[in-house]
């Protein structure tokens, strides 16, 4: 069963910084394309951000400028670097590749909030 594992989350101020981190032994990441999505109490999954196998990015919206996607491919891992936190960011966030489609891990909570 594959098992990716998200974390790095936890609460901090509005306009503080965090970065998320998604490793697994289950996959190489650098040979899929990987996103990271979050779940806001009551609302739908809603993708952040995602990049390609061959490094290109994409960002939503409400993120653009904030949030950066990166892989350490030595590591297989992908990270989540969130700047300039909104009270609005707070969900659980989840690490996957776009072809997984019914699947969702544990996730990491993240919360913004004074």
Not at 37 to 52: D, W
Request: proline content about 4%; some cysteine.
């Amino acid at each position: 069963q594959v098992q990716i594992k998200e974390s790095g989350g936890g609460l901090v101020q509005p306009g503080g910084s965090l970065r998320l981190s998604c490793t697994t032994d289950a996959i190489t990441v650098s040979l899929h394309n990987m996103a990271w999505y979050r779940q806001a109490p009551g609302k739908q999954h809603e993708l952040v951000a995602s990049l390609t196998r061959d490094g290109e990015t994409t960002y939503a919206d409400s993120v653009k400028g904030r949030f950066t996607i990166s892989r350490n491919s030595a590591e297989n891992t992908v990270y989540l670097q969130m700047d300039y936190l909104k009270p609005e960011d707070t969900a659980v966030y989840y690490c996957k590749p776009t072809t997984f489609v019914n699947y969702w891990g544990q996730g990491t909570q993240v919360t913004v909030s004074s």
